[in-house]
């Protein structure tokens, strides 16, 4: 059975309420995903910045928002999936 994650408080305050923040041993979205860095978005359960980017979607207008994006932390290899509320 997967153990339960839970999100750092300071990750919430840090990145604000317009996100919506989950985490998980295991990935959220199947495949191999990318491997390029997170530009230092936070890993959402032992807040270290040493993180990849899997996955990302944004809008595309010329000048784009991120609407989610999947990170796995380099540390202690749990993901985090950010999807603006």
């Given at each position: 059975?997967?153990?339960?994650?839970?999100?750092?408080?300071?990750?919430?305050?840090?990145?604000?309420?317009?996100?919506?923040?989950?985490?998980?041993?295991?990935?959220?979205?199947?495949?191999?995903?990318?491997?390029?860095?997170?530009?230092?978005?936070?890993?959402?359960?032992c807040e270290s910045?040493?993180?990849?980017?899997?996955?990302?979607?944004?809008?595309?207008?010329?000048?784009?928002?991120?609407?989610?994006?999947?990170?796995?932390?380099?540390?202690?290899?749990?993901?985090?999936?950010?999807?603006?509320?």
């Amino acid at each position: 059975m997967a153990k339960k994650q839970k999100v750092a408080a300071p990750i919430q305050k840090e990145m604000g309420e317009e996100w919506k923040i989950e985490v998980n041993d295991k990935a959220f979205t199947e495949g191999k995903g990318g491997n390029m860095p997170a530009l230092g978005y936070p890993c959402a359960v032992c807040e270290s910045k040493e993180t990849k980017l899997r996955f990302a979607e944004s809008t595309e207008e010329e000048e784009s928002n991120l609407l989610w994006m999947e990170l796995q932390c380099k540390n202690c290899q749990n993901y985090t999936l950010y999807t603006r509320k």
